[in-house]
C-alpha cells in the first residue's frame, strides 16, 4: 500500500475511540471551507451517539460514527488495489476518500428516538420496561439525497460536493435503496466512486457490525 501521512497507526488507533478517530480523520483530511462549521454542527447533534439502524447494524450508542469510521477504513483498503486506479481509474484525493465515508449517513442525524416496549425477563418470568430505538425522522428527504442535501448547506460555492462525491453519497445504497434500479445502474456504472463506498458500506455493515457481533 502506497505510503500515506494522515493513515493512523494501528497501535494508536486501537487506543482512539471511534469518536476520537473520526474527529482525527475528520480534521487532517477535510479541509474545504465549511468543514470546521459542519463538525460543530455534528457535535450539537446526537451524531456521536446515535445508533446506525434500530435493529440491524450498530443498533447501539454510538453505532453511528463507529458505521462511519468502519466504512473509511473499509474504502481505504478497497481503493489502496492496483487495479482499482490501474483499470478503473478510481483514483481520488484523501479529502474525498474522507468526505464520502464518514459523512455518506449524516443523513442519521436526529433521526432515531429511544422508547420503551414491554419484554418478559427470561430468568424471572416477570415483564419488564425496555429501552429500544425507533424511526422519528423529522427531516423526511430520503436517505442517501437526503444526506447530500445536508452537506450542501456546509460545502457551497467553491467548496461544493464534487459529482463524484455527491453521486457517491447519493447513490451508496446501491441496488438496496428505494429507487429506480435503472437509475441506480447508471449511477454506478457512470461514477464509481459510488460503487467503491456501496462496497464498502455493505462490508462495515455485514462483515464489522452485522447483528452477531
Known sequence: MPENTTDIPEAETKK??????????????????????????????????APSSTRYHGAYE???????????HCLKDYLS???????YGMD??????????????????NFYTTELRNKKNDETGQWEKVPFYTVNDRLPYGHG????????????GESRLTRDEAFAIRYHMG??????????GKALEMFPLALALNVADMEAAYFLEGSNK
Open 16 to 49: 482512539l475511540s471511534a469518536r476520537d478517530e473520526f474527529i482525527k480523520i475528520y480534521t487532517e483530511n477535510i479541509k474545504r471551507p465549511g468543514a470546521d462549521k459542519l463538525l460543530e454542527y455534528l457535535k450539537r447533534s446526537d451524531f456521536f451517539t
Open 81 to 87: 488495489r492496483p487495479r482499482t486506479k490501474e483499470l
Open 145 to 156: 439525497e437526503k444526506s447530500v442535501y445536508i452537506l450542501s448547506g456546509f460545502f457551497y
Open 175 to 184: 441496488f438496496s435503496g428505494n429507487e429506480d434500479k435503472g437509475n441506480i
Open 62 to 72: 454510538g453505532g453511528l460514527v463507529q458505521h462511519s469510521v468502519n466504512v473509511y
Open 92 to 109: 481520488y484525493s484523501e479529502e474525498t476518500i474522507a468526505l464520502v465515508s464518514l459523512l455518506h449517513d449524516v443523513c442519521k442525524v
